[in-house]
């Protein structure tokens, strides 16, 4: 047993890796600038294993964080553009007839899911059909094409961005493919003096696009990390008490939860939050989830799972703010 | 280069130790700001049964006593649920230290983990070790005294400082006890009566006539009820303290009856406790020597020295000039064990006109029954024997000897310096006669009479003037 045994060199190791995610933290800054946040919770989602729904307006740069994404992790770039009429097939690949030594058979010809970092650009464009396929590929890490299974290449990461404001015609992403996703990554409008700077950094002569810090190898085992982050028994039962304040169907719960919320947080939601706030502690350079981690975790993680009823969207309440009133209360009951 | 591998265990295990050495010293100062926070209430809850005791009339000492009981009770129970509601248990304090010093649950963390569980675990250890040495413990747990408890603290040590005034305005308890059964009988204050009486008629003096006169009443009042107990016990109170301080005249404050009467005459006990004192002291000698129960065959007759008749040790004394090892005048052995048999053979009537004149609190006897009893003991009462410049007080602090007891010490009443021994030979000053006569010793209760006779007298030679 003592060779599984932690060395001082493993130790030493751990620290230089989370230096590296430090270092790619800033890279992608340099290059997105203004959106600090949403960079943090991409970071988290990538080496968490997750993948992210990225929601905002036209021009806020969403394309080119998850294209900076991917110059800075060296991950294989896709990005799928999804449309009405954009079938399966066309995402997961299909079986093409093919020549080989003057005899004609038949042999599966990858789409561009097969990649290891994914845009599935406007996914809410597509027929349930197609998302469907994209959302099983998310899950399962596979694509099975005329019974055969086609294992995705590891890291597997997709970023899924739909534009809230133009909704005509388009398919919204049930609840069930929702919740599949690790974060919903809000980007917002940025500030003033951020938008100075990036007026200054787009229109110069010379754009940064990013260098390279990371390897997927890097990511792997980041993945592998976040799962070892301890994470202390007070703060994992103020989450599950936190998500268990979440459901309308308890009578002790607050009042605005039972009138207001139609579905509350999942178990895969909760897994979903400790999970996030493990990455974020490695991120933040610590070896352990803090009641801050957390709370961090609960919006990107829990506010596309979160449904409110009719009465609830009617009063205009917002999810994200529920969210935090109810974790806040949970949290500070853990205090001593 | 080969370098060895060290494992987590290794490597964190020593390092962690101060980590649960340093929760140990955030419990004791948790404890610590726990007292202090309780003392003020505690210092309360004491100053407000001290000032309740006070008003309600009870005695500074026992009031004292409630206050300091209450001071302890209230600490021991707050700190007592505290530990129940609150238990310091090392996950508590590390919470507690992390919350303070922001350390985003590291501690708790570390105290679940064990290092060799991954390597984030090994780094989690070896981060709070690293941390730990800083942390100062009494900025995580500051003591300091809040300021409300404080504020009433001051208005109850204000309320206890006045209660003895407030005590006075407000009505005594004595009054509820008025009518009730007090435990004295009508028997005892016409006793005390009869013996008040006997003194205001010895020293003329009307204003203890009085109040003999007024106990007689008591009595009598007392007689007519069916139980013969006496219930005014208001009255009586009064009666025994105004006897108690016509009787006092000379004793140290301390020691006067009469305080220890004012103090207690809210209870039934003490007033006969009081009464029986008062008996005592008023009773003349004659009087005890009739009245007490005797040893079998002991009579009033002098003990030791001259025939009956002849005057007794009245001025005598002067003679009694200092006896050592050399010239030292002792009662023989012989002596001794015969007056010895002579008491316990009640033949003491050879004993003759002698009298004992007095010793001082400390006197002793040796190895004699006396021992360690002094002249209060003896006579019932220091002062009246050996007052200064009044009484013929002798010390006697000896031991034995072949010749009987060698007298180390005597202490004469008037001498102007304590003497002490010099070198074991005796120092005694000049014998002055004084105007009190000695006590005899057939006046001594008969208890005293015995062993004066057997061991004490005959060891001086002043009592065989």
């Known amino acids: 047993m003592d060779e599984h045994r932690p060395t001082t060199e493993d130790v030493a190791t751990l620290e230089s890796d989370l230096g590296l995610l430090a270092a790619t933290k800033r890279e992608i800054a340099s290059v997105v600038v203004g959106q600090d946040e949403a960079i943090e919770q991409l970071l988290i989602a990538l080496i968490s294993g997750g993948h992210a729904l990225i929601e905002g307006a036209p021009g806020l740069g969403k394309t080119l964080l998850v294209r900076t994404l991917a110059n800075v992790t060296g991950l294989e770039y896709s990005r799928i553009q999804f449309t009405p009429d954009l079938m399966p097939a066309d995402v997961t690949g299909t079986m093409a007839l093919v020549y080989e030594d003057g005899k004609a058979t038949t042999r599966f010809q990858p789409g561009p899911l097969f990649a290891q970092l994914v845009l599935a650009d406007e996914i809410n464009r597509a027929t349930p059909k197609t998302q469907a396929a994209l959302l099983e590929a998310m899950q399962e890490h596979t694509v099975t094409v005329a019974g055969t299974e086609h294992h995705m290449k590891e890291p597997f990461f997709v970023l899924a961005t739909q534009n809230p404001f133009e909704m005509d015609g388009t398919y919204a992403l049930p609840e069930a493919q929702i919740d599949r996703f690790f974060f919903k990554i809000v980007v917002d409008y940025p500030s003033e003096s951020m938008l100075e700077t990036i007026l200054d950094q787009t229109t110069g002569a010379e754009t940064t696009t990013g260098k390279q810090t990371i390897t997927p190898q890097d990511i792997l085992r980041f993945q592998q990390r976040v799962r070892e982050v301890p994470i202390a028994s007070h703060v994992r039962r103020a989450i599950a008490r936190f998500v268990r304040s979440t459901l309308p169907s308890e009578p002790a719960n607050p009042a605005a939860v039972r009138e207001y919320v139609r579905f509350g947080i999942s178990p895969r939601g909760a897994q979903a939050v400790v999970l996030a706030a493990k990455a974020r502690a490695l991120l933040d350079g610590r070896f352990n989830v803090s009641l801050d981690d957390v709370r961090f975790a609960v919006a990107p993680a829990l506010r596309h799972r979160l449904q409110l009823n009719y009465r609830g969207a009617a009063e205009g309440l917002s999810v994200e703010e529920m969210l935090l009133e109810l974790f806040d209360a949970q949290a500070r009951a853990a205090i001593p | ?465």
Do not use: C
């Open chain 2, 1 to 465: 280069m080969w370098r060895r591998k060290v494992s987590v265990t290794e490597m964190t295990t020593p390092t962690f130790r101060p980590v649960e050495r340093k929760l140990q010293a955030v419990r004791a100062r948790v404890w610590r700001a726990r007292a202090v926070r309780a003392a003020p209430w505690s210092a309360v809850a004491g100053a407000s049964a001290f000032s309740f005791a006070e008003v309600l009339g009870r005695p500074t000492s026992t009031a004292l006593g409630v206050g300091a009981l209450a001071v302890l009770t209230t600490l021991t129970v707050t700190l007592g649920v505290w530990r129940l509601v609150r238990p310091v248990s090392l996950a508590w304090l590390a919470r507690l230290v992390e919350t303070r010093l922001g350390l985003q649950e590291r501690l708790s963390t570390a105290l679940e983990v064990a290092p060799q569980n991954s390597v984030v675990a090994a780094a989690l250890h070896r981060d709070v070790a690293a941390r730990v040495t800083a942390i100062d413990v009494n900025a995580v747990v500051p003591i300091r005294v809040a300021r409300r408890p404080s504020a009433v603290f001051l208005a109850a040590l204000v309320l206890a400082v006045i209660a003895p005034q407030l005590g006075g305005w407000l009505p005594r308890t004595v009054p509820a006890v008025v009518d009730g059964d007090v435990g004295v009988s009508a028997a005892s204050v016409r006793s005390l009566a009869e013996l008040a009486a006997r003194a205001a008629e010895d020293r003329s003096d009307p204003h203890l006539a009085a109040v003999a006169r007024a106990l007689r009443e008591l009595a009598q009042e007392a007689e007519s009820r069916p139980d013969g107990v006496v219930t005014d016990a208001e009255r009586l109170g009064e009666l025994l303290t105004a006897l108690d301080r016509m009787t006092a005249n000379g004793l140290p404050p301390g020691l006067r009856p009469a305080d220890r009467v004012a103090d207690q005459h809210t209870s039934p006990s003490s007033l006969s406790e009081t009464l029986q004192a008062l008996e005592r002291r008023l009773a003349p000698p004659e009087s005890v020597a009739d009245d007490e129960p005797r040893g079998p065959g002991l009579t009033d007759r002098p003990i030791v020295g001259s025939p009956p008749g002849e005057p007794s040790a009245e001025g005598a004394g002067s003679t009694n000039r200092a006896t050592g090892p050399v010239d030292g005048n002792y009662a023989s052995r012989e002596r001794l064990q015969e007056l010895a048999r002579q008491a316990a053979a009640e033949r003491t009537q050879e004993v003759g006109a002698a009298a004992i004149i007095g010793a001082s609190e400390d006197a002793s006897a040796g190895a004699s029954e006396l021992a360690g009893r002094g002249s209060q003991e003896l006579f019932g009462d220091a002062a009246s024997v050996a007052r200064p410049g009044e009484s013929e007080a002798v010390a006697v602090q000896d031991d034995e000897s072949e010749d009987g007891r060698r007298v180390n010490l005597e202490v004469a009443p008037d001498a102007a310096d304590p003497i002490t021994p010099q070198d074991g030979v005796v120092v005694v000053g000049d014998w002055q006669p004084t105007p009190l006569p000695s006590v005899s010793a057939s006046h001594l209760p008969y208890e005293y009479r015995h062993v004066a006779a057997a061991y004490f007298l005959p060891s001086q030679r002043t009592v065989e003037r």
